[in-house]
């Protein structure tokens, strides 16, 4: 399909292509005579002025030309188009507006989370009322209102880095989705594909362009799940291009660059702290061991999980509590589910044996698991 820049740009090439076979010509046709030309054609140093004028732009037109073919023909511009309207679109969802950000600022910023895409806040999470009493005075109450946490000694301030760690289902990347659901931060949610790239050194150019844009949005808080699986201790055999990225990250986090006002948290969960690297550990200085529930803090997940359904007079919470010792969290919340599901799976099962005995066949479309 042809566009109007190309339309105009073949329009012009004709009208050059017939300017220069009338100069190059010793007798001009009638069919080129241009008004501005004597009638007996162009002086040999008018024809020197046309062909230098003409030599210089048929190589502007050379350039220009080429350079827009090649833009065409480079699968990257269209997802680089595609991660700047996407950029945009987050970015006015959260109220930012006329920031310019360059090819690897708009990759991260399709990583912010919006509050509005989140529906868990602190109310959701249940038996670990302290760790949450704790990260809103040292995160939340430091990011909002920094003139509170100003002093001379420097000692006050937000922690560079927080460490969630524990066994798995115990609500590790649940308190995560609270904190940026309430903590007024811009919430960049980092997956390691997002830093990862085939070309050498374009993986160093994503983690400057995370700082950077987290620098932009501050407070902002960067949150890296399973952190275990990007920033493990660093052995000889690892490859020599993670070994940059992760020498890249921890310059940019707490480094010789890193400014003393920079309101820029790193948020880690994992279930093997042992695996990451000491100088990761020691830029997390605050770390909250998240381990199975207790009775007390099992009896608060199931009053929130059940807190809209309906249960039998036999049934009660303390007995529920009795009979999971050893559960997480995440296994209550499955065990709730799967007890919700089997009085569907009864009555779609009676609907479909009747329907079977009157001959009718299966309309249902269901098959039973029992």
Request: with cysteine; net charge neutral.
């Amino acid at each position: 399909m042809w566009n109007v820049q190309s339309l105009v740009l073949s329009t012009f090439l004709f009208a050059l292509l017939s300017f220069v076979s009338y100069s190059s010509s010793p007798n001009p046709s009638p069919l080129f005579t241009w008004p501005f030309l004597s009638s007996g054609g162009p002086s040999p140093t008018y024809r020197l002025h046309t062909k230098t004028f003409l030599l210089v732009v048929s190589q502007v037109l050379f350039y220009k030309g080429l350079k827009y073919l090649m833009a065409k023909m480079n699968p990257d511009i269209a997802k680089r188009q595609e991660n700047q309207k996407r950029s945009k679109e987050i970015l006015g969802r959260i109220g930012v507006k006329d920031l310019k950000l360059d090819q690897y600022e708009d990759v991260i910023a399709a990583e912010v989370v919006h509050p509005d895409e989140i529906d868990v806040d602190f109310n959701d999470v249940g038996g670990l009322d302290s760790i949450i009493q704790d990260l809103q005075e040292s995160i939340i109450l430091p990011l909002t209102h920094p003139e509170l946490f100003t002093s001379a000694t420097g000692l006050l301030g937000t922690p560079k880095g927080i460490l969630l760690y524990g066994a798995p289902g115990c609500g590790k990347t649940m308190i995560s989705k609270a904190l940026a659901k309430e903590s007024g931060a811009t919430f960049i949610n980092l997956r390691l594909s997002t830093l990862t790239n085939k070309w050498f050194g374009e993986s160093n150019k994503l983690i400057m362009a995370l700082f950077g844009l987290a620098r932009k949005l501050q407070p902002s808080i960067i949150f890296i799940d399973e952190i275990d699986s990007f920033l493990r201790e660093r052995r000889s055999t690892d490859h020599e291009a993670m070994g940059m990225m992760k020498a890249e990250f921890m310059t940019l986090w707490d480094g010789l660059v890193s400014g003393k006002d920079s309101r820029i948290i790193i948020l880690g969960a994992t279930n093997r702290p042992s695996d990451i690297d000491q100088a990761i550990l020691r830029r997390m200085p605050k770390r909250f061991q998240i381990s199975p529930p207790s009775p007390e803090q099992r009896e608060s997940i199931l009053r929130i999980i059940l807190r809209d359904a309906s249960l039998h007079p036999d049934l009660t919470i303390s007995r529920l509590v009795s009979i999971t010792e050893g559960f997480s969290g995440s296994d209550l919340k499955e065990m709730c589910r799967h007890a919700v599901m089997i009085p569907r799976r009864e009555y779609i099962h009676s609907i479909e044996t009747t329907v079977g005995e009157s001959g009718r066949g299966y309309g249902w479309g269901y098959r039973t698991y029992e």
